[in-house]
């Protein structure tokens, strides 16, 4: 009896260490997937960031046309024409300030892609080293269990 015993000892630490072995390269499929996910998130958070900014430009273009021809109505009315010192003076303003909300919006929108750059980098960091840990806790498993 003692014999098999020392047969099947042997073969159940080899179960032991493939069962092992299978699970942390579960673990590490589950981390390839996350990446994935949050590879795939970070696009879709940035083609909607893009998109609210192709909103916002257009939106800003609308309101800049509706105000220089009301400005230039506004002018007619009181025979101001819109090519005058004074007039050109207004509409020029009217251009300066939409050109300087269109800057803003640029600068927030590439702003928040650098956020969601950062976030996905580093959590695809975080991410790696998990999977670097679990490779080296497989090795070191590995080792003990044909050592120990």
Same mark, same amino acid.
């Not at 795939?40 to 509706?66: H, I, M, P, T």
């Given at each position: 009896?003692?014999? *098999?015993?020392?047969?099947?000892?042997?073969?159940?630490?080899?179960?032991? =260490? #493939?069962?092992?072995?299978?699970?942390?390269?579960? +673990? =590490?499929?589950?981390?390839?997937?996350?990446?994935?996910? *949050?590879?795939?998130?970070?696009? *879709? @958070?940035?083609? &909607?960031?893009?998109?609210?900014?192709?909103?916002?430009? !257009?939106?800003?273009?609308?309101?800049?046309?509706? !105000? =220089?021809? $009301? @400005?230039?109505? %506004? #002018? $007619?009315? @009181?025979?101001?024409? !819109?090519?005058?010192? &004074?007039? +050109? !003076?207004?509409?020029?303003?009217?251009?300066?300030?939409? +050109?300087?909300?269109?800057?803003? %919006?640029? &600068?927030?929108?590439?702003?928040? $892609?650098?956020?969601?750059?950062?976030?996905?980098?580093? @959590?695809?960091?975080?991410?790696?080293?998990?999977?670097?840990?679990?490779?080296?806790?497989?090795? *070191?498993? #590995?080792?003990? +269990?044909?050592?120990?």
């Amino acid at each position: 009896m003692g014999s *098999l015993s020392s047969v099947i000892t042997p073969i159940l630490s080899v179960g032991k =260490i #493939f069962s092992n072995n299978s699970a942390r390269q579960r +673990d =590490i499929k589950e981390i390839n997937i996350k990446n994935r996910q *949050l590879e795939q998130n970070a696009v *879709l @958070q940035k083609q &909607s960031n893009l998109l609210s900014l192709q909103q916002k430009e !257009s939106d800003r273009l609308s309101r800049l046309r509706r !105000s =220089i021809s $009301a @400005q230039r109505a %506004n #002018f $007619a009315g @009181q025979g101001i024409g !819109s090519v005058t010192g &004074s007039a +050109d !003076s207004v509409l020029q303003g009217l251009n300066e300030e939409s +050109d300087i909300e269109r800057q803003n %919006n640029q &600068s927030k929108s590439d702003l928040e $892609a650098r956020r969601i750059d950062d976030n996905y980098k580093g @959590q695809r960091q975080l991410n790696l080293l998990q999977k670097q840990q679990l490779k080296q806790k497989s090795a *070191l498993s #590995f080792i003990t +269990d044909l050592v120990g």
